[in-house]
């Protein structure tokens, strides 16, 4: 199993005892959907850090960086695309008052967007609970409830904005750089110069999206640990591979 691999696994089990079903299966889907780089980044800091770690005893930690991101991410989203609203005017159009069919065919459509989008809500809001659990005993939780606030200011203010794309990009860059301390703080090092740059990079490139850990820790060219990169040397190779 590959590095990414094993870091998914390992968020998924974070959540694995959620219920019910239905909201576990939507935290499962909002972990396949997003790129696994703040938890890989996460695990790479520590190995950074301290090459002599046992990634398996950091991707704890790095689950929770990832299902803070996650849930953030899905929080944004929801913001911006008002899912309660767009059901109630597609459900107002007027299909023929005299069809009875009709109406209880909108009718049902809206009670199941209406669903859909309660069950969105609770998952982000599970999601971030559950990664804050992960890290609330770390040296990494301040800068976690950092995080987790910052978001909350920055989607505050992000409507009046002269950019708003810009201050939805925060998140990944306040990410990345929660990944990068909670992996040093793992092994109780400092971070390291290396992934920190590393972390800057991804964020210039990322936008509102990760690039796959993949694509930039094969770009990153570095000697690997337990399959993941620890010789510090990321940053000097990832921008040709994230570009």
């Not at 790479?44 to 790095?62: G, Y």
């Not at 009875?100 to 809206?110: E, G, I, M, R």
């Not at 199941?112 to 809001?125: G, K, N, Q, S, T």
């Not at 990321?234 to 040709?240: C, L, Q």
């Amino acid at each position: 199993m590959d590095r990414v691999a094993r870091c998914r696994r390992t968020v998924r089990e974070a959540v694995a005892d959620v219920s019910p079903p239905p909201l576990r299966r939507r935290l499962y889907d909002e972990i396949d959907a997003n790129a696994l780089t703040p938890a890989v980044l996460t695990v790479e800091s520590a190995l950074a850090a301290d090459p002599s770690t046992d990634p398996a005893a950091v991707r704890e930690l790095a689950a929770g960086t990832q299902l803070i991101y996650d849930g953030l991410a899905l929080t944004r989203e929801l913001a911006h695309e008002t899912p309660w609203s767009d059901a109630e005017v597609d459900a107002g159009v007027d299909t023929h008052a005299g069809d009875d069919a009709d109406t209880h065919a909108d009718t049902d459509v809206t009670a199941e967007a209406d669903a859909d989008a309660d069950l969105a809500i609770v998952a982000a809001d599970v999601l971030v609970a559950r990664g804050f659990s992960l890290l609330s005993r770390t040296d990494a939780a301040d800068r976690a409830v950092e995080t987790i606030q910052a978001f909350g200011r920055d989607q505050t203010t992000r409507r009046d904005a002269a950019d708003p794309d810009a201050i939805d990009a925060r998140l990944e860059r306040d990410v990345l750089e929660l990944a990068v301390e909670t992996g040093a703080a793992a092994v109780a090092k400092p971070p390291s110069p290396a992934l920190s740059d590393l972390a800057a990079t991804l964020a210039d490139r990322a936008d509102t999206t990760f690039p796959p850990a993949e694509r930039w820790l094969h770009a990153s060219d570095a000697t690997t640990v337990d399959g993941l990169a620890s010789d510090g040397g990321a940053a000097d190779h990832v921008t040709e591979g994230i570009e």
